[in-house]
């Protein structure tokens, strides 16, 4: 195993609905919609799973996570002073915007868009329109950066509550419904819309081709190329 890649786990925290926090110890240097290829110690699971970076202080990496199968229940298992295999970061990551922002985030797909706030609080503060199946998660932490911060329950999408020609930039991670929503909402209008995609992956490194997308300029890697994609150039 290789040592560089072990980090300890400093926190595991249930927030609700399957979701947690993991923190692990240790400097990183990442871009915002970057992400990592987890796994545990016992090397379990066998293939690394990837997920998006949450956020990143002096203390360590932090990954918002949701427990769907055995990979991500072994990470809930996790405990302070154990250990977490990091491949990463990898992927391109969101581009640096100014001007108005919206952040949309469906379930999970949050994770990627909280440091996007955090790191436009210091010029333009982005409004965030975040939606939740049950429980709304990590509500505080985007009121914390954001202008606005509006969320909501069930199984409508947060396209629904957006009014999209109020912005310059929309950021959007969800499933995909809610992202092809957000590029027909958004059609022929001068808003750049970039979408973060969650395809499957096996080697996070762009060479087994299991993470291939459709884009204007033929099959693209989700892992290599992406996961951040202009609307225009991604076929959802
Ligand atoms: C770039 C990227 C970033 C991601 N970021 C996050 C994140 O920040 N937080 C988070 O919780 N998850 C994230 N995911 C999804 C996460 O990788 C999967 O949920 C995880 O791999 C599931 O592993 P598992 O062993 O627990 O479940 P599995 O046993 O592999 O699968 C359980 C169920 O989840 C479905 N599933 C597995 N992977 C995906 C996927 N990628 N998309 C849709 N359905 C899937 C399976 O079809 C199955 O129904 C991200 C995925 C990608 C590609
Ligand atoms: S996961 Fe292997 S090429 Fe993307």
């Not at 329109?129 to 998660?137: D, I, Q, T």
């Not at 409508?156 to 950021?171: L, P, R, S």
Request: glycine share 10%.
């Amino acid at each position: 195993m290789d040592k560089d890649r072990s980090f300890e786990v400093i926190e595991n925290k249930f927030l609700g609905d399957d979701m947690y926090i993991i923190k692990a110890k240790g400097v990183f240097d990442v871009k915002n919609g970057q992400f990592y290829m987890l796994r545990t110690k016992s090397n379990y699971p066998l293939l690394s799973r990837p997920i998006s970076v949450y956020n990143v202080d002096e203390d360590g990496i932090s990954f918002l996570y949701k427990v769907v199968g055995e990979g991500t229940k072994a990470f809930s298992e996790l405990k302070p002073g154990e250990e977490i295999i990091l491949d990463g970061p990898y992927g391109n990551g969101f581009p640096e915007v100014s001007g108005k922002t919206a952040l949309l985030g469906g379930g999970i797909g949050i994770a990627p868009l909280y440091m996007i706030a955090r790191d436009m609080s210091k010029t333009d503060k982005c409004d965030a329109y975040l939606g939740f199946r049950e429980v709304p998660v990590l509500i505080d932490e985007f009121e914390e950066y954001c202008n606005e911060v509006k969320f909501y329950l069930g199984d409508k999408f947060v396209t629904d509550i957006i009014d999209v020609d109020k912005y310059d930039n929309i950021m959007v991670c969800g499933p995909t419904p809610m992202m092809k929503k957000v590029v027909d909402m958004t059609e022929g209008k001068d808003i750049n819309v970039y979408v973060s995609l969650e395809n499957r992956m096996a080697c996070g490194v762009g060479a087994c081709l299991v993470c291939t997308c459709k884009t204007t300029g033929g099959n693209k890697r989700t892992c290599k190329d992406g996961p951040v994609f202009n609307a225009k150039e991604v076929i959802l």
